[in-house]
C-alpha cells in the first residue's frame, strides 16, 4: 500500500458509518452486508466504521450477514482472514417504541455473542428527539453498554436553536445527530445551521455525529439521489463540516463567521493536507490536535455510499 498522507489518515479512520440501507440507495439487506463484509476487506478498510441498521430489521440482518461476520465456522469466500477480525459494530436506528427495540438489540446482542453464529455486536443507536426532555426519558431507560447518538429535530436545525436540545445531551455519554441534507433541497441546512450546531457542541462538550448529504469532500453542487430527473442543489462536504468542527474545537475563540466560511470553501485547493498539517487557507491544525478532535468530538457520518467519498479523494489526488 503506497503511504497515505497522515491527515487523510485521521480525517479519515472510522469516519464513514455504512448506511447502505437507506435513501438515496435504499439497498436490499443481502446487497448492503455484502457490499460492508467486502468494504472491510478492502484497501480502505479503515476508513469504515459502523454498520446502520433499524432495529426493526435486526433479525433480518442476522438472516442475511450471519454467514460474513467473524468468528462462524461457514466456509463461505468472505471468511477469508476472518479470525483476525474484530466483531460487526452495528448501529442501530431506533423506529417506534425505544423498549421495543431495546428487546430486539439485547436479542440480537444476545444471538451475536457466539462465534457459531458470526461475532457481531449493537453498541450504538441513533433515535429521533422530539423535546430535550426526551434525551433524559431515553437515558433512563438505555444500559451503559450502548450509547445514544440523539438526532436533532428538523426545525432545531434549519434556521433554529440547538443549543436547548444539546444542553440536555450534555453529560450522557451520548452525541448530538444532525441531518446534512437528504433528497430534496429542503432538508438541507445552511452553512450558518451547522455553524450554530458546531459551536453548541462545542460549547457544550458534546460530541456530534452527522448523516445524510454527506457523500462528497468539498462542498459543490450534485443530483440529490440517484435517478436521472433527481433534484440538483449544493451539498455539504464532509472535509468542510470535520475541518470546521477540528477548528471551533481546537483553536480558541474561533468564530461563527469563520466557521461559516469554512463550510461554505468550495475550492479544494483551499484545503491542505501533509503528514504534520491540515489547513484551511491560513488557519492550521497540527496532526495531533486533529487526531483528538475525531476522536471525542467529531466522531462520523452516515453514507448510503462508501465508494463515493473515497472515489472523490481519490479523484482530487488525497488517496
Not at 66 to 89: F, I
Not at 118 to 145: T, Y
Request: net charge negative; with cysteine.
Amino acid at each position: 500500500m503506497t503511504h497515505m498522507i497522515r491527515t487523510i489518515e485521521t480525517l479519515m479512520t472510522g469516519l464513514i458509518d455504512y448506511a447502505g440501507l437507506f435513501p438515496p440507495s435504499k439497498l436490499p439487506m443481502e446487497t448492503a452486508v455484502e457490499n460492508y463484509a467486502r468494504y472491510l476487506r478492502g484497501e480502505h478498510e479503515r476508513f469504515l466504521s459502523r454498520f446502520i441498521c433499524t432495529a426493526t430489521r435486526l433479525e433480518e440482518l442476522s438472516k442475511h450477514g450471519a454467514v460474513m461476520m467473524p468468528g462462524t465456522y461457514a466456509t463461505s469466500g468472505y471468511r477469508e482472514n476472518a479470525d483476525m477480525q474484530d466483531p460487526w459494530q452495528i448501529s442501530a436506528v431506533i423506529v417506534g417504541d425505544l423498549e421495543e427495540n431495546l428487546d430486539a438489540i439485547y436479542k440480537f446482542n444476545e444471538h451475536h455473542d457466539k462465534e457459531e453464529h458470526g461475532l457481531a455486536m449493537v453498541d450504538v443507536i441513533e433515535m429521533r428527539i422530539d423535546s430535550p426532555a426526551a434525551v433524559d426519558e431515553a437515558m433512563d431507560i438505555l444500559p451503559a453498554m450502548i450509547a445514544p447518538a440523539f438526532e436533532l429535530p428538523k426545525e432545531a436545525v434549519i434556521g433554529g436553536d440547538p443549543r436547548g436540545f444539546i444542553a440536555a445531551i450534555a453529560g450522557n455519554q451520548a452525541a448530538a445527530k444532525v441531518r446534512c441534507g437528504g433528497v430534496t433541497p429542503d432538508l438541507i441546512p445552511s452553512t450558518d445551521d451547522i455553524a450554530r450546531f458546531l459551536h453548541a457542541c462545542n460549547a457544550a462538550d458534546v460530541p456530534f455525529k452527522a448523516t445524510a448529504g454527506l457523500h462528497h469532500p468539498i462542498r459543490a453542487q450534485h443530483k440529490l439521489t440517484y435517478e436521472p430527473d433527481a433534484p440538483i442543489a449544493t451539498m455539504h462536504g464532509f472535509v468542510n463540516v470535520f475541518l470546521a468542527g477540528g477548528f471551533v474545537r481546537s483553536i480558541k475563540g474561533f468564530n461563527l463567521d469563520t466557521t461559516i466560511a469554512v463550510l461554505e470553501e468550495t475550492d479544494p485547493k483551499a484545503f491542505a493536507f501533509t503528514d504534520d498539517l491540515v489547513s484551511w487557507r491560513d488557519v492550521s491544525l497540527p496532526v495531533a490536535a486533529f487526531a483528538q478532535v475525531r476522536e471525542g468530538f467529531a466522531t462520523s457520518y452516515g453514507s448510503c455510499s462508501f465508494d463515493e467519498p473515497r472515489d472523490d479523494l481519490k479523484g482530487l489526488g488525497l488517496l
